[in-house]
């Protein structure tokens, strides 16, 4: 079965600190990989995915995740968060020969200032 | 233009009504889905449409009846609903999988319909 796990339910972080997001999967192949953040009352908005090549991936905002094949994670980082980045933040992985995506369970995201 | 229009934003609406929930992008994309959002809690995904033909059908009520008219249009289509069913709902759209394997672009959602079935 195909899933995809986010350990942590809340990450608080203070501003100007370095944040991570944690990610593992479950999915069968080589997937591809995607991050979304999700803003109150908001649809989700892509900030990244990973696909081939270099293991690190750069996205929007400042953010970028590292690809671990040997551990199945593709973990969520920013070298030095803002408190604007305070957000609910999705892990998505789609198997590459079927068109569906499938969601962690979510992680909230608390910077401090 | 890179965005996915939903309307209405809002929806009340009582369990023997009768309402659609509309859904448009003009990214070229031919993959379209329909998810529902509870609270703090990841999509579900209900429905996905593969070049206007239903592909994925998450053994969804059939309370809820989808349409894809064109390839830019998305309907849900909603009857005698409950008031667990009230929830984010949210479309998004993809370039879909070819016979080839690729098409592994990321899904563009749009803002969602907050529905409240009372």
């Known amino acids: 079965a195909q899933s995809v796990a986010q350990p942590e339910d809340q990450v608080n972080v203070a501003e100007g600190n370095p944040l991570t997001v944690k990610c593992t999967y479950s999915v069968s192949g080589n997937p591809y990989l995607f991050w979304y953040v999700q803003y109150p009352n908001r649809g989700l908005q892509f900030l990244l995915k990973?696909?081939?090549?270099?293991?690190l991936v750069k996205g929007s905002y400042g953010f970028e995740a590292e690809f671990n094949k040997s551990q199945t994670s593709f973990h969520l980082k920013k070298p030095s968060a803002l408190v604007s980045d305070s957000a609910l933040y999705f892990c998505a992985v789609r198997p590459h020969n079927f068109n569906k995506f499938y969601f962690g369970s979510g992680t909230k995201l608390n910077v401090k200032p | 233009d890179t965005e996915v229009t939903q309307t209405p934003k809002h929806l009340v609406m009582g369990m023997t009504n009768k309402k659609s929930l509309k859904c448009e992008q003009h990214m070229g994309h031919r993959a379209m889905y329909w998810y529902k959002q509870k609270a703090k809690k990841p999509p579900e995904l209900m429905f996905v449409?593969?070049?206007?033909?239903?592909?994925i059908n998450e053994s969804v009520p059939s309370r809820f009846s989808p349409e894809c008219p064109n390839s830019s249009l998305l309907n849900l289509h909603l009857h005698a609903l409950q008031p667990e069913d009230s929830a984010l709902y949210l479309c998004a759209s993809s370039q879909p999988r070819t016979s080839g394997g690729k098409g592994y672009n990321e899904q563009f959602f749009g803002p969602g319909t907050r529905l409240t079935v009372l």
């Open positions: 990973y696909i081939t090549g270099d293991n």
């Open positions: 449409y593969s070049y206007e033909k239903l592909s």
